[in-house]
């Protein structure tokens, strides 16, 4: 499968990729098996979001009436993620798209975040510095990059839903004593003992999660209770986002389908156990990203 520019009746390339031969196919498919959702967040009843500017052929956001999350209004079918709609497949198209399509944003968006020393966060160090040595989850690990090698001592683990990367994420994390489990996040982390691991990576995950605050649920039961979640997002508080619209780099239909703000993170987060820590710079709005730490909040008993 393959992607293509979508141009208008002028021939200009618009900002978002489309299924080329396929396209037809797949969105029939899709809305065959569209439902509306409920907020993911707060379940709120769908019937009271509120419809934002930002529509697709087949889907649009919405904003909970409640909580002000921001979601995607119907999912696509989840087996399309285990293959042809895999993170591997699309993430490389919408990269060489948005370079060919906006090279002088991107490169004003570069020069920026030099200027604002933005420095490049390592997710493995950040983890390694603050939990003991153990095993440790990367949850939506793709072909497990980000613990490959791991920092020593650590033993890595992943849960990833595309069959080719969990396969290669398998092949690479058994080399060091681990393993990667093909499912979605719950059902992957529902597998381990409670209170398993020392440590997590959320590394550009939750937005892609179809049911987020189950996974976060699922997460805090699986990690010791002095663990740490590395975790990052696209700030849909972004003032990049208001500026850039639907050229906004952090928006990919359909394949985020939640969208959070500092705010709608500290609350997702707080009703699955977390406490949420943005330091300095984590939530600042001129980056296009969000970068926290979770920790499961004190429990009273
Ligand atoms: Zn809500």
Redesign the pocket.
Known sequence: MSFGAARDVRGRVLPFPVRDGKAAHIRHAMDAQANNRN?P????PATGAKPLPYAWDGGALVE??????VFLDRLPAQHEFETERAWEVSSVSHAAQRKRDYPILIALHRATRYRMHITKRVPKKMLARRVRPGPIVDVGCGAGINLIPPPAGFTPYGIEISKSLAAAADAAFRAHGGACIQAAGAEGLRGFPRGFFHGALLIGYLEHEFHPLAALTALREALADDAVVVFKTPNYGSINRRLMRKRWSGLRYPDHVNYFTPATLREIARRAGFTTHFGVTGNNPVSDSLWALLRPAPTHN
Request: proline share 0%; glycine share 0%.
């Open positions: 907020c967040l707060c379940d709120a909970c009436d409640q909580c002000s999350l």
